[in-house]
């Protein structure tokens, strides 16, 4: 059946290259739901393009299954990120040491619990757009409550995404829950200061040089610390890059098709719905994570969802985001490789 065929859900002998029922209908779930939030906040003409693009790619790829307590996590970390920004905004921001340090201890509660692993969504989801709203924050001329404002509507708007996706394509077959890790208390806490101490100086960094167009490599830094490891950092790190490739080349050849036809708004949609698909195929092959997948849906969701128009230029948006990327992800890994070999040396904090 092509591309996308099917196996039976549950069938050991089928080859990995093909979806199950299950994989075909997360596919469609995040395709159509991240298509969707991106055609809705064009039509809209709503600024911020990129949380309505890429909020539903978060809660439809990275979570295999909706349900109350994911939809509570999910929204409950929106509410908290606009206390925590205005706070640190609007308080802390002619303070640059103390807000630094504020920002290290959020970040350090956040890794704690996707360390601990029940509240792995709520933590995971709050370090990605945390560091994205003090990334716009920073920069003179934002309209705070805007900012905020878009990212309670986005986030609002990811979650009813999310149920009419579930309710068009629903699983055949019930999904078994991931086996529940048990870590020591020493284990716990590198994890921890790993997460915590490295998403830290990412935000150091971007707040001190005028990076204003690196979004893709601010997300990359953080994303990566999802594997709470050094070894699960570099593989999911060069994953990331080739996912970014991949998806800065299928923006490009998107931008050629499109160059005389950038007024044929269905034409866009159909050709971002289609690479969104072939990505998602990838993500779900992967068995989730940040890894190839995932870093090309999100690579087109933020071309689209922030340079997708007449009067802009997508090439220089992709080159630029994948040669920042690729410097940022491999400081990210030495800063990482360095926590890592420190954190060995002390008994309190030495993975066994």
Same mark, same amino acid.
């Given at each position: ?22 994989g ?8 159509g ?8 906040? @064009? ?20 979570? &295999? ?11 409950g ?9 205005? %706070?640190?905004?609007?308080?802390l ?7 630094? %340090? ?13 360390? @601990? ?5 709520y933590a ?13 924050a ?10 905020? /404002?878009?990212?309670?509507? /986005? ?20 999904r078994?829950? &991931? ?36 979004l893709?490599a ?20 060069? @994953? ?15 931008q ?16 971002y ?29 933020? %071309? ?24 940022? %992800? /491999?400081?990210?890994?030495m ?9 060995d ?8």
């Amino acid at each position: 059946m092509g591309l996308f065929k099917q196996r039976r859900t549950g069938d050991a002998s089928a080859p990995k290259s093909l979806l199950d029922e299950n994989g075909l209908r997360q596919c469609l779930r995040v395709a159509g739901g991240a298509t969707l939030g991106f055609v809705i906040s @064009k039509l809209m003409g709503w600024n911020y393009g990129v949380f309505f693009t890429v909020f539903p790619m978060f809660l439809l790829g990275m979570v &295999p299954l909706l349900n109350a307590g994911i939809i509570r996590q999910f929204l409950g970390n929106a509410a908290f990120n606009v206390v925590e920004v205005s %706070l640190i905004i609007g308080f802390l921001q002619h303070m640059p040491v103390v807000m630094t %340090l504020v920002v290290l201890a959020i970040f350090l509660f956040r890794f704690n619990l996707m360390a @601990k692993g029940p509240l792995f969504l709520y933590a995971a989801n709050g370090v990605v757009t945390l560091s994205i709203l003090l990334h716009f924050a920073s920069y003179p001329g934002v309209d705070l409550s805007e900012l905020l /404002a878009a990212n309670l509507l /986005a986030s609002v708007l990811a979650v009813l995404i999310a149920m009419l996706m579930y309710t068009l394509f629903p699983d055949v077959a019930p999904r078994q829950p &991931p086996p529940r890790a048990e870590k020591s208390a020493a284990q716990v806490r590198h994890e921890t200061i790993l997460g915590g101490v490295t998403a830290t100086l990412s935000f150091v960094v971007f707040q001190t040089f005028d990076l204003r167009d690196s979004l893709s490599a601010q997300m990359a830094t953080v994303l990566v610390l999802f594997a709470l490891s050094y070894a699960g950092a570099q593989a999911s790190a060069v @994953k990331r890059i080739v996912g970014t490739l991949l998806g800065c080349n299928l923006a490009l050849a998107m931008q050629l098709l499109l160059y005389t036809q950038s007024n044929h708004f269905l034409l866009a949609i159909v050709i971002y719905w289609l690479g969104l698909m072939l990505f998602s195929r990838e993500h779900v092959l992967e068995a989730g994570g940040s890894g190839v997948g995932f870093g090309g849906m999100t690579t087109l969701g933020i %071309l689209f969802g922030q340079s997708l128009g007449p009067t802009q230029d997508i090439v220089y948006s992709a080159l630029y985001r994948f040669s920042s990327m690729v410097v940022a %992800l /491999a400081l990210t890994l030495m800063v990482i490789q360095c926590l890592h070999r420190v954190l060995d040396h002390f008994e309190a904090t030495r993975l066994s």
